[in-house]
């Protein structure tokens, strides 16, 4: 058995080398935006755990679990199956049963911004609850303190918001004010792993936090996320609601943790009913597989490698762009170190191009660009009839959604390809200004 496997192992290698690209032709190769990076070990690692028929969460999932709070700094991570689920099970853990008074109720408010990716403000939605929309600063595209401070109202009972692109929002102060308002506070960490604010990595301050392993973001499994959580209580909630609501607490192969698997009374059940299959959450099957954690793992040991790339990458792109008329060029946090996740441009309205001209150009060119997600939220079919509240006028969310876009700085880029991206942007800013 063990020469077949290295046998297979042999060929995996050969087969991998032989996947390395081609040089990179201006013009004609794609410039993603993003992308996973995935090496011989990670195609090893996949090929392994299949081997092994590992097709459901087991002992690499939890080793995964460990290590990767390990790295953010919080005491439990539960896996799910992509970082929408991690923010579904994040904020429908703080409406159960289990936190009494504190729970959240149909009808309560959470603060969010509107300029963003659907999936932080969907599960506010999903639970009844009422998005409260604040606006965000240009240059760091995120919101502030004052901004969520004023945004609070009587029913106001949670904060919901992502770290944009990678850019730390002053999450050290808005924690604080969530703790002095006594809110609940959930950081969507999805586009920001590896940052800090003042030192500390960003995913440590809410009540929750989440992370996506979608192959766009920092390290890959596919789908896959996660629900990190410094509090014993959420943690267990969270586990209940990802694994169909049940109340047991084993493992995959386990049967008697809790050593009293015939001995509760819950409910109305009778005394003694298999405690593996009581219910007490309406929950989900949110699970990830051991398969998509063997890449995990795998993508984990380059985590810091990783992130210094985007910045790395980031820091030529702007210094290169540095100046060119008519660009809002993008901005970190002060007191953070962003990981960032791709690189913002606002087109000013002033200028005598258009930001749909520059685009257009640059994706004639193979260059990719994105949208910031969603722009303004409020301005789509699928919040329209929707209950929400808008704080303020969201001035700098539709100038976003008229006039930003971003472009890439994953590790997959080259410098010959951003090299190419910077003498793209300059020719055409320089040509047309």
């Known amino acids: 058995m063990g020469e077949t496997r290295e046998r297979i192992a ?18 004609i190769t794609p410039v993603q935006v993003s992308g996973a990076v995935l090496s011989e070990d990670d195609r090893l690692a996949l090929v392994s755990a299949a081997l092994e028929m590992r ?44 936190l009494e008074d504190r729970r959240l109720r149909p009808g309560d408010e959470v603060v969010t911004v509107a300029a963003g990716f659907p999936t932080t403000v969907s599960p506010i939605l999903h639970n009844g609850l009422v998005p409260v929309f604040v ?17 609070i109202g009587p029913r106001t009972r949670a904060i919901m918001i992502a770290h ?48 996506s392993f ?62 593996k299959y009581i219910f007490s959450h309406v929950g989900y099957n949110l699970k990830a597989t051991d398969i998509q954690a063997a890449l995990g793992l795998s993508q984990l040991t380059r985590i810091d490698e990783f992130c210094e790339a985007r910045r790395r990458n980031w820091r030529r792109l702007r210094e290169g762009l540095e100046g060119l008329p008519g660009l809002l060029l993008p901005e970190a ?30 994706e004639s060119r193979r260059i990719g660009t ?18 929400h509240r808008i704080a303020e006028p969201l001035v700098n969310s539709d ?8 472009i890439g700085v994953y590790p997959g880029l080259t410098e010959e390809m951003l090299d190419y991206v910077i003498e793209s942007v300059r020719e055409f800013t320089l040509k047309n200004s």
């Open 370 to 387: 994105r949208r910031f997600f969603a722009g303004n939220l409020t301005r789509h079919p699928a919040y329209a009839d929707r209950p």
């Open 164 to 211: 944009s692109l990678g850019n730390p929002f002053q999450v050290e102060e808005i924690a604080r004010l969530a703790e002095e308002r006594d809110l609940f506070f959930i950081e969507d960490n999805c586009d920001a792993v590896g940052s800090t604010y003042r030192g500390r990595r960003t995913g440590t301050f809410g009540d929750l936090s989440t992370v």
């Open 10 to 27: 042999e060929l995996v290698r050969e087969y991998h080398a032989e996947q390395a690209p081609g040089p990179f032709r201006p013009g």
């Open 399 to 406: 100038l976003i959604t008229d006039q930003t876009f971003w």
């Open 55 to 98: 097709i459901a969460a087991g002992v690499s999932s939890r080793r995964f679990e460990r290590d990767f709070s390990r790295y953010i700094g919080a005491r439990k991570a539960h896996l799910a199956n992509s970082g929408s689920s991690a923010n579904l099970l994040a904020l429908s853990a703080l409406t159960s049963p289990q």
């Open 214 to 275: 979608y192959p766009a973001h920092h390290i890959a499994m596919g789908e896959g996320g996660c629900v990190l959580t410094d509090n014993l209580v959420l943690a267990r909630i969270v586990e209940s609601l990802r694994d169909w609501g049940r109340d047991c607490w084993c493992e995959p192969g386990e049967d008697n943790r809790c050593m009293k698997r015939f001995d509760h009374q819950m409910g109305t059940l009778p005394h003694g009913y298999d405690h």
């Open 135 to 151: 606006d965000v600063e240009l240059g760091t595209y995120n919101t502030t303190p004052e901004r969520i401070e004023a945004a």
């Open 333 to 362: 946090t002060p007191d953070s170190d962003p990981s960032w996740f791709g690189f913002l441009i606002t087109v000013d309205p002033d200028a005598s191009y258009s930001r749909a001209a520059l685009v257009d150009f640059l």
